[in-house]
Nanobody, 124 residues
């Protein structure tokens, strides 16, 4: 059974950095992505990366500040978040792109095997 576990969240000040990790087990992890859900809002796409890390995709709101990468074992994905803003406050989730979905999709419905999430809080 596929399982994803996120870690690395916390409380930081605006302008600080955080690095989130997502470790997968029980399956093969092709394209993986990060989403986030702010209080009272839906889950929004943040970033995605292909199996070998040759291609990445970012939401416009995080381009230039966040970097997604994969570990050598390929079952781990990271999200380096720099220049954090209060509006980045959310629960961050990782997920796997469905084999039936195409690269470049930013739709929540095209991703699955969601982890439990990790809270990121950015104070002003």
């Amino acid at each position: 059974q596929v399982r994803l576990v996120e870690s690395g969240g916390g409380l930081v000040q605006a302008g600080d950095s955080l690095r989130l990790s997502c470790a997968g087990s029980g399956g093969t992890f092709s394209t993986m992505g990060w989403f986030r859900q702010a209080p009272g809002k839906g889950r929004d796409f943040v970033a995605a990366i292909t199996w070998i890390g040759s291609s990445t995709d970012y939401a416009d709101s995080v381009k230039g500040r966040f970097t997604i990468s994969r570990g050598n074992a390929k079952n781990t994905v990271y999200l380096q978040m720099n220049s954090l803003k209060p509006e980045d406050t959310a629960i961050y989730y990782c997920a796997v792109l469905s084999y039936t979905a195409r690269w470049g999709s930013q739709k929540e419905a095209d991703f699955g095997s969601w982890g439990q999430g990790t809270q990121v809080t950015v104070s002003s």
